[in-house]
């Protein structure tokens, strides 16, 4: 069993992502992963800074490999990209977070929400809306409480049709963030146009928080941008308790990073959030 493990490594090594043959294979093992209910979801808990208290949770995709080891999603979204795989995986990762966020229970303050992470080609597809419907109806999951992650390049990507369906989404009452923000584009005249409420700040700029690098300079911007837009701030990648500390002295109100929490399965998440008040 050991061997054929690291064999099935090996066809999905990182190393041979040029190799038309490996990503075919991968194709058709991600098909097949679909109907053999190989994925799951792993959560990360998003922090109230002020209260240190767990009020969210973002939805990871992981692959859980027959050799029982889990594949993280760098390694095999560009390939669920690349082949449109990610519309029918992404539509079962809306569906099993609603399920599972609906059992959220409230423990100390409301019930805490689950963000989703979209990509580009579930919004060029079309029937997004619907989707979304279908698992809040599904779940019984309150809209309020799915937050749904877009990033910079879909806002951008055809600013007509996603506009509509990002508008559409927002009626349905969830909510919306721009996700890694600040690594994408230098026009942030979308940001007034889309009805988003959210920045979460991508973790490259929390590097040298604290240290003598611009990394400050950006955060306390966006920090700024949002306030002023009115608009909820995430920050991505906190790693130590002194960065913790600084962005909320900087007016941040929403942590995420390792030195809370790493993403962890969904039956570890509620005990972490009961062992927090
Ligand atoms: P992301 O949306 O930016 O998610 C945050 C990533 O940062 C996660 O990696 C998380 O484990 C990692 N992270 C969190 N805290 C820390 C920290 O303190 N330090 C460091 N170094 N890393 C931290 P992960 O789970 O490997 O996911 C990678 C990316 O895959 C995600 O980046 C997202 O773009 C994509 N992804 C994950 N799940 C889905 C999904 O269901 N659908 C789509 N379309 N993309 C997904
Ligand atoms: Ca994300
Ligand atoms: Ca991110
Ligand atoms: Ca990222």
Redesign the pocket.
């Given at each position: 069993a050991k061997a054929s493990g690291r064999n099935c490594h090996r066809f999905f090594d990182d190393s041979m992502q040029g190799d038309v043959q490996d990503r075919m294979r991968m194709q058709v093992g991600l098909a097949r992963a679909i109907e053999a209910n190989e994925f799951e979801?792993?959560y990360?808990p998003l922090i109230d800074l002020k209260t240190g208290r767990m009020v969210g949770a973002?939805?990871?995709?992981r692959w859980r490999l027959p050799d029982g080891s889990l594949m993280?999603?760098?390694q095999f979204?560009p390939v669920a990209e690349e082949s449109g795989l990610?519309v029918r995986?992404?539509a079962w990762?809306l569906h099993e977070a609603c399920r599972q966020a609906s059992l959220w229970p409230a423990i100390n303050g409301p019930a805490p929400w689950v963000a989703?992470?979209?990509?580009a080609l579930q919004f060029r597809q079309g029937g997004l809306e619907t989707l979304v419907a279908a698992a809040l109806r599904d779940s019984g999951l309150a809209p309020g409480r799915l937050e749904l992650?877009l990033t910079e390049s879909i806002l951008i990507s055809d600013p007509a049709s996603v506009l509509a369906a990002v508008t559409r989404l927002k009626a349905q009452g969830v909510m919306l963030s721009i996700?890694?923000f600040g690594t994408g584009y230098s026009s942030l005249s979308y940001l007034t146009r889309f009805p988003v409420d959210k920045l979460k700040i991508?973790?490259s700029f929390l590097q040298d928080l604290g240290g003598r690098g611009q990394g400050q300079t950006i955060v306390e911007a966006v920090i700024g941008l949002a306030s002023n837009l009115g608009l909820a701030c995430v920050a991505?990648?906190?790693?130590t308790a002194e960065v913790a500390r600084l962005l909320k002295d900087l007016g941040c109100g929403y942590g995420?990073?390792?030195?809370f929490a790493?993403?962890m399965p969904a039956e570890q998440l509620m005990a972490f959030a009961r062992a927090q008040t």
């Open positions: 979801l792993h990360q973002e939805a990871l995709l993280p999603p760098a979204i990610i995986i992404g990762v989703v992470n979209l990509s992650e996700d890694d991508d973790r991505e990648g906190v790693e995420q990073g390792y030195y790493r993403p």
